[in-house]
């Protein structure tokens, strides 16, 4: 065999040797292969190498399971049984508060046409003296006595101890010339000319 | 169906399905539709096949034996949750290794991303080159012991050294037996991935071991 020849047996060797290894060759193939290893020591090598690494890797002490392994598992499911139990009542929950909710949606679309459905009874009109009180800026009102509000909710002016209108924003018309200056005052000031 | 989860029942707990004995007979998928059918044993006995197999298999794929434990553990936990919809057509012990499988990668993917984790690893392979030896055999004297633990360890580094895609079908291959096809099952790629990613694993475990080996 050429060193040519052999070179390229070996790539072929290698890159197929899984084939080999495995037992997928045909048995013509095989035979070329068997062939190739008794004229090649490199590939010799190779094999022997790859078989007694394989035999040492496989020789490692095998592990075994820890013996609380079982324990622990048993323990471990029983979670998960507890899991899936509160899980379906959790399910179970959800799936009556929807009921729930559904049949309350449905009551309340069904309501105006229930209400249309009912009877109307005209009753007669009754007509009622209501006692008129007046307060002091000479407004009537239905209440006995003016009802209580609050010194945040009262009017500016009328609870504070100052002019009325002194804190509220005097209005100015916009005018229709817009030559005449424009009218500045601040905020609360009383308009003198006026 | 009473479904709570309990390996330690007594005999008499058994309902009337397979007797207990008559466990050890069955197929994985007939011990799973034993269980769905109500035999509390049947997932015991499930456990009981499995529990070394995916330990080695995890502990070979992630090279830590408590972790592997732990990622044992949370198979069989998933195995248990989801057995309703195991498909007895397919085999069972692929489906729990693709489980396992998964679960290993998902490791080695945290263990990249978290120094710590990288840390400790190295940490303990330290540990393990410096503790004392450990004379279990007379009939070999201290050198031998010593060269023969000293392979082993670099055959497991050199496993350890292995991409993750490869070392986990090279694991599947030459530790746990398994046909090209299962391969391609439990790690989902197509036959050629498989057969081109295990002899890129071979090809490389024969490079790192060669020196040592000579």
Known sequence: ?194 | METTPNLHVAETDVPERVGRQQLVGLEDAELVAQYLAGQRFAFQELVGRYQDRLLNFIYRTIGDRDRAEDLVQETFVRVYRHLHRFDPTKKFSTWIYTIASNLAKNELRNRSRNPLVLFQAIKKNWEADHRPLEFEDNTYSPDDLFRKRHLREKVEAAVAELPEHHRVVFVLRELEGKTYEEISDITGVTLGTVKSRLNRARNRFAQIIAPMLD
């Open chain 1, 1 to 194: 065999m050429t060193t040519d020849a052999v070179t390229m047996v070996c790539k072929e060797f290698i890159d197929r040797y899984t084939d080999y290894r495995d037992e997928l060759l045909s048995s013509d193939e095989r035979a070329r292969f068997e062939e190739h290893l008794e004229d090649c020591e490199s590939c010799r090598r190779y094999e022997r190498v790859l078989s007694r690494g394989l035999t040492l890797w496989r020789g490692l002490p095998v592990a075994s399971a820890s013996p609380d392994f079982l324990p622990r598992l048993q323990h471990r499911l029983y979670h998960v049984e507890d899991a899936g139990k509160l899980s379906t009542r959790r399910h179970l929950g959800s799936a009556a508060l929807v009921a729930v909710a559904s049949v309350g949606l449905l009551a309340v679309t069904w309501m105006p046409f229930a209400a249309r459905a009912s009877i109307e009874v005209e009753l007669p009109a009754v007509a009622v003296e209501v006692p008129v009180t007046f307060v002091a800026d000479g407004q009537p009102s239905l209440f006995e006595e003016p009802p209580y509000v609050g010194p945040f909710l009262a009017p500016l002016g009328t609870t504070l101890d100052e002019p009325a209108g002194l804190f509220t924003t005097n209005y100015v018309p916009i005018r229709g010339d817009s030559t005449s200056p424009t009218e500045l005052r601040r905020t609360g000031q009383l308009d003198e000319s006026r």
